[in-house]
Nanobody, 128 residues
Framework: QVKLVESGGGSVQVGGSLRLSCAAS????????MGWFRQAPGKEREGVAA???????NYVDSVKGRFTISKDNVKNTLYLEMNNLKPEDTATYYC??????????????????????WGQGTRVTVSS
């Protein structure tokens, strides 16, 4: 099992930036894929970005060019750098670890059900 703890959420104005962090502990060496998801009120949870064990990244179209996912394997921390934020980015953001998600399936379009371990979420609010 992997324990995940997110931080870095907050309230910003349109065009602002935030950096989310996700500290991982536990069986981190067994994780092939990590992802960021978000869920807005009344909407389904959706994938935002993913990074596989080779460091390859993948993004949902709505955040391409604005968000960057990265990881620090020494610190066991996953990051999501979010720039040029828009009101539609408002949501609770979750990091997830996919022990059984191989690199071939590690994608922002991956199903939440594929990921076995989740953080508690961090709220991001973008106001105009």
């Amino acid at each position: 099992q992997v324990k995940l703890v997110e931080s870095g959420g907050g309230s910003v104005q349109v065009g602002g930036s935030l950096r989310l962090s996700c500290a991982a502990s536990g069986l981190t060496n067994s994780v092939h894929c990590m992802g960021w998801f978000r869920q807005a009120p009344g909407k389904e949870r959706e994938g935002v970005a993913a990074i596989d064990s080779a460091g390859d990244t993948n993004y949902v179209d709505s955040v391409k060019g604005r968000f960057t996912i990265s990881k620090d394997n020494v610190k066991n921390t996953l990051y999501l750098e979010m720039n040029n934020l828009k009101p539609e980015d408002t949501a609770t953001y979750y990091c997830a670890a996919g022990v059984y998600v191989t690199n071939d399936y590690c994608s922002a379009s991956g199903r939440p059900s594929w990921y076995g371990d989740w953080g508690q979420g961090t709220r991001v609010t973008v106001s105009s």
